[in-house]
Nanobody
């Protein structure tokens, strides 16, 4: 099992920045691909970004490419999502996810989420 705890969400004006963190425990973090997803009110959960266990490979949704950066610190068992130039359409609950695999598109463990609200 893996426990994931997100933090860093909040209220920010359009054009501002936030950095989300996700602390993992219960499994060898350095062996797990990690991802960020989000769910806006009335919409389905959508992929935001993912990173391989080594941190070498990253993939982004087109809607956040060039504005968001995913990174990880395996020594701290933490994955980050740096969000710059935020837009009102980025408002959502953001979820951290972990995979049993080193590179993955499907994820097995999920956090509780952290709210991000971007005002116009």
């Amino acid at each position: 099992q893996v426990q994931l705890v997100e933090s860093g969400g909040g209220l920010v004006q359009a054009g501002g920045s936030l950095r989300l963190s996700c602390a993992a425990s219960g499994r060898t973090f350095s062996s797990s691909a990690m991802g960020w997803f989000r769910q806006a009110p009335g919409k389905e959960r959508e992929f935001v970004a993912r990173i391989s266990s080594s941190g070498i490979s990253t993939v982004y949704a087109n809607s956040v490419k060039g504005r968001f950066t995913i990174s990880r610190d395996n020594a701290k068992s933490t994955v980050y999502l740096q969000m710059n130039n935020l837009k009102p359409e980025d408002t959502a609950i953001y979820y951290c996810a972990a995979s049993r695999l080193r590179i993955a598109t499907e994820f097995d463990f999920w956090g509780q989420g952290t709210q991000v609200t971007v005002s116009s």
